[in-house]
């Protein structure tokens, strides 16, 4: 059983998505833990990449910072096994084909395997084309996680057959972002999903109000919050663990 159903043992799961780097990896360490501390039970972890298409301008505002700030993937690597020492709940990496392709797929899955990640997901390479990456990362026990989406449709029974680790359903039509209301039809979607599998499936994309975080849990088993933890950490800086401790405490009451 993967690791990541851990995440999910405890009622509703609450899951931050940080970006790795920004402002700088030090801060990043102090982010991650403090939402351990506030009650985050799976942790994404943003590797940036120059060319971000399914993130809004805050994340790849993020993106723009941490690269600028000369952060690499083997520092990354390097920064989540230090992490490790301390950090217990899962932790699932979010990047796109082309960083895992110019590593080198094999090395890439190895060394997630060996600093303890749990997970990844792609958002760039559709469930047509997931076999390129599907049987490396499994070799190395870390699942590539399957995003459905509003225009699945069809094709939502056939992903969620072969979901691994948790399904990230994607809340709204276009990029990451705040969104004021989310019209979707989620209760539908995560219907379908269940009638096809066990696997755990949390809704992201435009969460950011700890009443959307309810009724979003309400409907799956958990919410993921992107756009509005990176946005905190604009603002605060290397100051924004406090703030975003105590965002992410006040999501995760929403949703216990």
């Known amino acids: 059983m993967s690791n990541i159903s851990k995440a999910f043992e405890n009622g509703k799961a609450f899951i931050p998505f940080i970006t790795c780097g920004d402002p700088n990896l030090e801060t990043t360490g102090k982010l991650v833990r403090a939402a351990v501390e506030n009650g985050a039970d799976l ?15 805050v994340i790849q505002g993020a993106n723009i910072r941490a690269l600028s700030g000369g952060v690499t993937t083997d520092k990354i690597f390097d920064f989540v096994k230090e992490l490790r020492k301390d950090v217990t709940i899962p932790l699932v ?16 899955a190895q060394k997630c395997e060996e600093i303890g990640i749990d997970g990844i997901i792609l958002p760039d390479v559709p469930f047509e084309e997931k076999d390129e990456f599907d049987g490396i990362f499994a070799s190395h026990n870390i699942d590539l996680i399957s995003m459905i989406a509003p225009t699945s449709e069809n094709r939502i029974a056939m992903i969620a057959k072969e979901a691994k680790g948790f399904i990230y359903v994607v809340s709204s039509l276009g990029v ?12 539908g979607m995560v219907k379908l ?16 109000t700890p009443e959307q975080a309810k009724n979003m849990a309400d409907k799956a088993d958990g919410a993921i919050v992107g756009s509005a933890i990176v946005k905190l950490v604009a603002e605060h800086g290397t100051e924004a663990s406090g703030p975003v401790g105590a965002y992410i405490k006040s999501m995760k009451d929403a949703i216990r």
Do not use: H, Q
């Not at 971000?52 to 301008?57: K, Q, R, V």
């Not at 990496?93 to 890439?108: D, H, I, L, Q, R």
């Not at 990451?176 to 209760?187: H, L, W």
């Open 176 to 187: 990451t972002g705040v969104r004021n209301a989310i019209t979707s039809d989620i209760s």
């Open 193 to 208: 999903i269940r009638e096809n599998t066990d696997t755990p499936c949390a809704v992201g994309f435009g969460i950011s």
């Open 43 to 57: 942790i994404e972890l943003g590797i940036p990449f120059s060319d971000p298409t399914a993130e809004g301008p």
């Open 93 to 108: 990496f979010m990047t796109y084909a082309n960083v895992v392709f110019g590593y080198g797929s094999e090395k890439f």
